[in-house]
């Protein structure tokens, strides 16, 4: 099967890039994760990099997270 899209990307606990694939003509549930060095090297013509850096990261650094707190009032209800 050939990749149709990436869908997600994560970074195991060892820091390897892992993107998560959709495959052409197949369902759903057949989508998985593999490490970006297999897909890169297995699929070249499948533009990887240019795809996570398009959801906020890159192969170097993953997305930048901000998180924002909201402190909760004492008492009340």
Same mark, same amino acid.
């Given at each position: 099967?050939?990749?149709?899209?990436?869908?997600?990307?994560?970074?195991?606990?060892?820091?390897?890039?892992?993107?998560?694939?959709?495959?052409?003509?197949?369902?759903?549930?057949?989508?998985?994760?593999?490490?970006?060095?297999?897909?890169?090297?297995?699929? $070249?013509?499948?533009?990887?990099?240019?795809?996570?850096?398009?959801? =906020? %990261? @890159?192969?170097?650094?993953? $997305?930048?997270?901000?998180?924002?707190?909201?402190?909760?009032?004492? =008492? %009340? @209800?």
């Amino acid at each position: 099967p050939q990749p149709a899209e990436l869908l997600s990307y994560r970074y195991s606990r060892t820091g390897e890039l892992e993107v998560l694939i959709q495959w052409h003509n197949l369902p759903d549930c057949e989508n998985s994760w593999e490490t970006a060095t297999k897909m890169q090297t297995a699929f $070249p013509q499948f533009q990887l990099e240019d795809k996570v850096i398009a959801r =906020g %990261g @890159s192969i170097d650094r993953g $997305p930048v997270v901000k998180q924002v707190y909201v402190r909760r009032e004492k =008492g %009340g @209800s």
